[in-house]
């Protein structure tokens, strides 16, 4: 079993920056993935960023791409969301997964419905 724990989120100007948190614990050798994701009122949760831990590769979504950043500790088991240039349509819960995979590119590829393991999410809500 895997627990993860989101902290970081808050309330911020269109602009700001916040950055994510997710903390692992428990059998953390057991994936070799991780990913956020965030669901807005009445909408469907969607993927953020994603890192494969074994190669370092990351992902991002279109709506993402270079404002936000994943990255990992390995040493303390944190993987980290940086979000720069926050805006107004970036305001929703986020989620942060984990899974297990085979092979890069299905990490990469993975959906919400491919992860097992979640995190209770964090607010982050983004002002105009």
């Known amino acids: 079993q895997v627990q993860l724990v989101e902290s970081g989120g808050g309330s911020v100007q269109a602009g700001e920056s916040l950055r994510l948190s997710c903390a692992a614990s428990g059998y953390t050798a057991s994936v070799n993935c991780m990913g956020w994701f965030r669901q807005a009122p009445g909408k469907e949760r969607e993927g953020v960023a994603v890192?494969?831990?074994?190669?370092?590769?990351?992902d991002y979504a279109d709506s993402v791409k270079g404002r936000f950043t994943i990255s990992q500790d390995n040493a303390k088991n944190t993987v980290y969301l940086q979000m720069n240039s926050l805006k107004p349509e970036d305001t929703a819960m986020y989620y942060c997964a984990a899974e297990n995979f085979g092979a890069t590119w299905r990490c990469l590829g993975a959906a919400p419905t491919d992860f097992g393991y979640w995190g209770q999410g964090t607010q982050v809500t983004v002002s105009s």
């Open positions: 890192i494969y831990t074994g190669i370092i590769s990351t």
